[in-house]
């Protein structure tokens, strides 16, 4: 009984779980079928914050093993979690940054090889899906290093050779799409201040940095920019600045974003960066990684004479990774059909969804039931030992001479051999038969409908050693560490498949 119940316990939880939650959480198209352009279908973008893979320094506090088996359960949680995801089949990915937990810290190029390739084994994508890269802290590094933490002064160039370009300027579904180096412009933007210079100013000085990419393809160097024209779409790993306990929404777990910055990090881009994206790009929406819990706000955008006032709603998206903190990862999905000019419908929707609970499923599950069913098969042990020294004692108290049984105590008749015709003999169900060879010695295997009933009946409620005469001559505690292993193995070897599966 235990076995089978484990084997469901751990078939839902390693796997139906998954696929529940992304089934449960389709496209957002139902917002643009009165789109101008109803009849093209949309695009759809996968939105991925913050993997952050592990690797050995993640937790240099932890031994070796630890750190080892740390990398394993949060590898096969993503690796879930991305092949139901997958099953959406979206027409692109964008990958929010942090894609490695220390893709920044000084290592071998062999090491960092290995790093990468680790990554895109957990995110596996066929060759015709585009797949876009932001970069990330952890990825390039942000900021000073300090000695027991050594940025490398390759972190850029090894990023772009495996990730691409830091900035990049795309179109997907004929909309203008931005993807902004944001730790590079908190470094660019500490730069520029201290060295007193404008914008403008910076962008002649810096040309092949983020600022001068984003003055180049301003929407305010376009003069044919009008209100009614296209508004892109921003992506930044950064979330832009806000004000101080600004409020997240219903859809965060706890706390809110806060101004504050340390060793490779900020919390948020800085306020005249901000703005300054807000004024040259003017976006129609923001998504943001970083923080790893989800977040809603709503940006004013500058105004001029020219252009009139607009918000920008800003999504910070849940990190998709179970050791970021947080108990319920998640990823957003957008859904995009091409704008028309002067159009009024939207053209673009989006949706949070969650994956499931990791670290809830095992301190609310698995241990649970993992400390019930010692309970039970103990319980079972002692009932079983307890039973048959009763079963022994009342035997004894009822032997007797033969002698002294009565007549009428005894019974010699048998069954007439009429009686025998009168009763249907068990008729066998259906059979299937069929000749193995084994070692060069031909076998006839023969299947029936019986035998498959009675090895299901043992395989899954009544385990292997339940009848078995010398297990009924067994103590508690050998009954019982024998009841655990046959529970115990088929579960186990459920967990390895569907790690073996997923890998």
């Known amino acids: 009984m235990a076995r089978l119940i484990w084997l469901l316990v751990v078939f839902w939880y390693e796997l139906g779980t998954f696929y529940r939650h992304t089934s449960s959480c389709p496209w957002p198209d139902e917002p643009l079928r009165n789109s101008a352009v109803s009849n093209a279908l949309p695009t759809h973008v996968l939105v991925v914050a913050d993997p952050q893979i592990l690797d050995r320094s993640s937790y240099p506090d ?37 894609m490695m937990d220390n893709g920044r810290l000084e290592m071998s190029d062999q090491e960092y090889e290995a790093y990468v390739r680790r990554f895109k084994s957990i995110f596996p994508a066929s060759s015709g899906l585009p797949v876009y890269y932001l970069p990330g802290n952890h990825d390039i590094g942000l900021g000073a290093a300090s000695p027991k933490y050594q940025f490398s002064d390759h972190a850029v160039e090894r990023y772009t050779s495996h990730f691409g370009v830091l900035n990049q300027r795309i179109a997907i579904a004929n909309h203008t799409v931005w993807l902004i180096d944001a730790p590079g412009l908190v470094d660019e933007d500490r730069e520029r201040t201290i060295a007193q210079m404008s914008y403008a100013q910076w962008a ?15 929407q305010r160097a ?27 929404g219903t859809l965060r777990e706890r706390g809110t974003i806060r101004q504050g910055s340390g060793l490779g990090y900020q919390n948020l881009l800085p306020a005249q960066a901000s703005q300054f994206l807000l004024a040259n790009i003017r976006p129609a929406i923001i998504f943001s990684g970083d923080d790893h819990d989800y977040c809603e706000y709503v940006h004013s955008l500058p105004t001029d004479a020219r252009q009139p006032s607009m918000v920008a709603p800003e999504i910070t998206v849940k990190s998709f990774s179970m050791a970021m903190g947080i108990r319920r990862p998640g990823y957003q999905l957008l859904s995009l059909v091409p704008p028309t000019p002067n159009q009024a419908d939207p053209t673009f929707s989006h949706r949070p969804c969650l994956l499931p609970d990791q670290l809830g499923i095992y301190l609310s599950v698995y241990i ?11 319980v079972s042990n002692v009932r079983r030992v307890v039973s048959k020294r009763a079963q022994a004692a009342n035997r004894s108290d009822e032997f007797f001479p033969l002698g002294e049984r009565s007549g009428d105590e005894i019974d010699f008749d048998l069954p007439p ?28 295997v023969t299947l029936s409908k019986s035998a498959l009933f009675d090895f299901l009946i043992t395989f899954f409620w009544r385990g292997d050693t339940q ?8 103590g508690i505690m050998r009954g019982f560490a024998i009841n655990l292993r046959d529970a115990a193995w088929a579960p186990l070897g459920l967990f390895v498949l569907i790690a073996w599966w997923v890998w």
């Not at 920019?225 to 600045?241: D, T």
């Open 467 to 474: 009848e078995d005469d010398r297990y009924r001559r067994l």
């Open 204 to 218: 002649d000085a810096a040309p092949d940095r983020t600022i001068a990419f984003v003055q180049r393809f301003s």
């Open 368 to 378: 649970p039931f993992f400390c019930l069913t010692l309970l039970a098969l103990l």
């Open 222 to 248: 376009d003069p044919e920019y009008s209100a009614e024209g296209e508004r892109p779409i921003l992506f930044s790993h950064v979330p832009l600045f806000r004000p101080e306990r600004t409020s997240c």
């Open 62 to 98: 932890r031994p070796p093993w630890l750190v080892r088996l740390s990398q394993f359960i949060v590898d096969l949680n993503l690796r879930k979690s991305w092949r139901a995801a997958m099953r959406r089949r979206p027409d692109a990915v964008v990958f929010l940054g942090d």
């Open 417 to 444: 051999p009429s009686a025998w015709r009168s009763k249907g003999f068990p008729r066998h169900g259906w059979s299937w038969s069929f000749t193995v060879s084994v070692g060069g010695y031909r076998r006839r």
